[in-house]
């Protein structure tokens, strides 16, 4: 039985790296493993790491695979087109797990309250809340002028679901497509280049490297996503001058309900 940590995460780190090197560049399909997935799986691998053993000599596999990933990354797709039918052929989307009519691998499991059901999952008002407002903040109504990614990720009340308002709590509104929520048919995404973006910019800020490389990385994804903040006057005004504190909150919103930290 293994009783150090350091050693898991190097034999992971390590296997992974002797896989990548027999792999295809370009696999036959999404549903197949290539260099690009592995790449991000070591990246991402080599974060948990980092702050797992409080290592932050990690990061640099996470720098090394990102920068071949970014490098090659395509633009990366509308946000509102990645998770629903057809993600699996957006050029941003690495690997999925295809829908199977023969495997019955439907992924809905949110139903919800407004129109006769009930939720299995909801999101915490926390979440709803990292969302930076890119308009002014209406107190009676403070789901309005919210990042537009909110209005893919979370159901809020106000919102119309389903041909009716939406005026229950929060729900996920993420990989539920309509206009059928409870049975969704779309592949789910395990990686996609956007990640490959967050994690350089973390390991950039967190071993001292280029402020400004980082904030362009995480402009591309801001922009993309139609979050027109200017990323200095947040750091300033809304993460206590923490560039780190905004890179965090930029994966926590990006990647919501999207099984990581």
Not at 91 to 97: K, Q, T
């Amino acid at each position: 039985q293994v009783q150090d940590p350091k050693e898991v995460f190097d034999f992971i780190l390590d296997d992974l790296d002797k896989a990548i090197a027999g792999l295809p560049d370009k696999p036959s399909n999404k549903s197949k493993i290539g260099k690009p997935a592995a790449r991000l799986l070591r990246a991402r691998a080599a974060a948990y790491a980092a702050g797992y053993l409080n290592d932050k000599s990690y990061f640099q596999i996470t720098l090394d695979e990102t920068a071949q990933l970014v490098a090659s990354a395509p633009q990366l797709a509308d946000f509102d087109k990645l998770f629903v039918t057809g993600c699996e052929d957006l050029d941003e989307v690495i690997l999925v797990r295809r829908y199977s009519l023969d495997a019955t691998n439907s992924w809905g499991n949110w139903y919800n309250q407004s129109i006769g059901g009930y939720c299995v999952t909801t999101p915490v008002k926390a979440l709803a809340d990292a969302f930076e407002y890119v308009g002014e903040r209406n107190e009676t109504m403070p789901y309005l002028n919210k990042d537009p990614r909110f209005y893919q990720t979370i159901y809020a009340p106000g919102m119309e679901m389903r041909g009716k308002y939406f005026n229950t709590g929060l729900s996920w509104k993420k990989y539920c497509q309509e206009e059928e929520t409870w049975t969704t048919y779309n592949s789910f995404i395990i990686f996609r280049y956007a990640e490959a973006y967050l994690l350089r910019a973390e390991a950039l800020v967190e071993t001292g490297g280029s402020t400004d490389e980082a904030k362009s990385l995480i402009k591309v994804i801001r922009d993309r996503a139609g979050n027109t903040n200017d990323i200095d006057k947040m750091v300033a005004e809304r993460y206590n001058g923490s560039l780190r504190d905004l890179v965090r909150n930029e994966r926590r919103v990006e990647l919501a309900q999207e099984g990581l930290r």
